[in-house]
C-alpha cells in the first residue's frame, strides 16, 4: 500500500511516497482504510523537517484521518464503522493518515457525523476542529454577538477559515486579519466584515491600547496575541491555537487585571474524547457546508510532498485534504 514515509539516517532527512506492508504498521487494536487525510500545518513541517516534529523513524505523518474501520477489537468500534482522528501524537509519534491503511487506538477515534462525507471531515480536520473549540471557548466564557466585533488572525489558513464562516454564520461580526491582500474577497465570501493586514497587529505592543475586540481567536502569538490582548474590551476573552509568528508573549499582566481580560489556551491534540465529540457534533450543526468547497483543496499523496513546502512559506489558503485511496 502506499504511503508518505519520512526518514532519517547518516544520509540525512527524507521525505518520499513509497509502499508499506501491513505487517510494518504499529500497535493499535483498530484497522482502518484511509479515504483522506489531510495537510496541516504540522505535517508540512515534519515533511519539510523545518522543525523536530517527527520523535521517531520511519514515521507515517498525517495528524487526521477519515476512513472505515476493517477490524476493530475495540468495543466501541466494529468493521464498516465511518470514523476520523485528530491529533494524539498520530503522524508525529505513531503512524498517521498519509497512507493508505491506519492502525490506531479505538479510544483516538471519533465516530464520523451523519452530517459529513469523509472528504468534508477532512476539509475541516484538526483546523476546523480547533476552530470549533475556539468558538466554543468565547462561549464558555460569555462573549456573544452582541457584546462586538471578534478578531480572526491567520484568516486566510485553515483555522482561521474555518473560525470565520463559523462566527458569522452564529451571527458574530467578524475581522479577519491576514498577511495577503489578494485573499481579502475569499474571506469576504466567508463571512468577515473587515479584513486588516496583518502588520496592525504584528509589531511591539504598548501595555494598553484603545479597547475594540470583544473576543478573539490567535493562531499567531508573540506580538500579535500581545497586541490582541492590549485591546480586548473589559471582560474579553482571546483563545489563543498557534505560534505561527512565534511562541513567545511579550506582553504585560495590565489587562488582565485591568479589564478583567482571559486568555484561553486551546489545545486540540490530547482533548478528551467528550470535548472532541460535542466539538464535531456542533460543527455539523453550526458550520456552512458549502463554504468548504472555499475552503479546499484537493491533492494526491504525491503532491503533499510539493505542497508542504508552500505551506511553510505561506503561500497558500485554506485546507489541503489530501486523497489517499483511489
Not at 71 to 90: C, E, I, P, Q, R
Request: charged share 20%; with cysteine.
Amino acid at each position: 500500500m502506499q504511503a508518505l514515509l519520512i526518514n532519517k539516517d547518516d544520509t540525512g532527512y527524507t521525505a518520499q511516497l513509497g509502499q508499506i506492508e501491513a505487517a510494518q504498521l504499529p500497535e493499535g487494536d483498530v484497522l482502518i482504510k484511509v479515504d483522506y487525510s489531510t495537510l496541516n500545518y504540522k505535517d508540512s513541517l515534519a515533511i519539510t523537517g523545518a522543525s523536530p516534529v517527527v520523535r521517531s523513524f520511519p514515521m507515517v505523518p498525517g495528524i487526521d484521518l477519515a476512513g472505515t474501520v476493517e477490524h476493530s477489537d475495540h468495543t466501541d468500534f466494529k468493521a464498516g464503522d465511518k470514523v476520523v482522528l485528530n491529533g494524539f501524537g498520530v503522524g508525529e509519534g505513531h503512524w498517521g493518515g498519509l497512507a493508505q491503511i491506519a492502525r490506531v487506538k479505538g479510544d483516538w477515534l471519533v465516530p464520523l457525523p451523519n452530517a459529513f462525507t469523509p472528504k468534508q471531515a477532512m476539509a475541516i480536520g484538526t483546523a476546523g476542529y480547533t476552530a470549533m473549540l475556539c468558538v466554543m471557548a468565547l462561549e464558555q466564557h460569555g462573549v456573544t454577538p452582541d457584546k462586538g466585533e471578534i478578531l480572526v488572525t491567520g484568516a486566510a489558513g485553515g483555522v482561521g477559515s474555518v473560525a470565520v464562516s463559523l462566527l458569522a454564520k452564529l451571527g458574530y461580526t467578524v475581522v479577519a486579519s491576514s498577511g495577503r491582500a489578494e485573499e481579502t474577497d475569499y474571506l469576504l465570501s466567508l463571512g468577515a466584515t473587515q479584513v486588516l493586514n496583518r502588520s496592525e497587529l504584528s509589531e511591539k505592543s504598548r501595555p494598553l491600547a484603545k479597547e475594540r475586540w470583544a473576543g478573539a481567536i490567535d493562531v499567531a502569538g508573540s506580538h500579535t496575541l500581545a497586541n490582541i490582548c492590549a485591546s480586548m474590551k473589559y471582560g474579553g476573552t482571546v483563545a489563543a491555537c498557534g505560534l505561527a509568528q512565534g511562541y513567545d508573549l511579550p506582553a504585560t499582566v495590565m489587562p488582565f487585571i485591568l479589564r478583567g481580560v482571559t486568555l484561553a489556551g486551546i489545545d486540540s491534540v490530547y482533548r478528551p474524547k467528550a470535548d472532541r465529540i460535542a466539538a464535531w457534533n456542533r460543527l455539523a450543526q453550526d458550520l456552512d457546508v458549502s463554504h468548504l468547497e472555499q475552503i479546499m483543496t484537493e491533492i494526491t499523496l504525491a503532491q503533499a510532498l510539493e505542497t508542504a513546502q508552500q505551506q511553510i512559506d505561506g503561500l497558500t489558503r485554506g485546507r489541503f485534504v489530501v486523497k489517499v485511496n483511489p
